[in-house]
């Protein structure tokens, strides 16, 4: 994937005269964590995905915590789209920006807002599954995915009539 112009600061870390991370790095880092603030996980828990080198956004840490961590390690490799943090990569279409919305703004499966439980199986899952979640899906799943397909249909549905929240 090509480096996004506005993303080549995350990988302008260490200035070479000084030793020190870059005037750049720390703006970009800075308008990172405000971005990811804005999750209504981080504002409940106050912690995100670490997306340095280490952790990879495989752990959850404070606000100071990854910033210290990615001033001493850096971003991971090619984390260009912020998919750990709730932004979808848009394949092929010249007229959209790389990165579009929220996760949090994402539909789910049945084309209402993901639900915790759909948030909760896209973190257990992983990035992969994140980014394909319900594409290319051209054969039936088996009985074992059916039913999984199945309690995530029920999660999106009201729990008694007029209920708003689930």
Not at 83 to 97: F, I, Q
């Amino acid at each position: 994937m090509e480096v996004p112009e506005h993303r080549r600061w995350m990988y302008n870390r260490i200035n070479p005269s000084t030793k020190w991370v870059t005037v750049e790095f720390e703006q970009g880092v800075d308008g990172f964590l405000a971005y990811v603030y804005q999750s209504p996980y981080s504002q409940k828990w106050g912690e995100l995905r670490c997306p340095c080198v280490k952790c990879k956004s495989r752990y959850y840490l404070t606000f100071d915590e990854v910033k210290v961590h990615l001033y001493s390690k850096g971003f991971m490799p090619d984390y260009y789209v912020w998919t750990s943090h709730g932004e979808r990569r848009v394949e092929n279409h010249p007229s959209v920006s790389p990165i579009v919305g929220d996760l949090h703004a994402s539909h789910g499966a049945l084309g209402n807002h993901l639900s915790q439980y759909e948030m909760m199986v896209m973190d257990a899952a992983g990035l992969s599954f994140r980014d394909n979640y319900n594409e290319g899906v051209h054969e039936m799943p088996n009985t074992n995915a059916r039913e999984f397909y199945d309690m995530l249909h029920a999660a999106q549905q009201p729990l008694w009539e007029g209920c708003e929240e689930s």
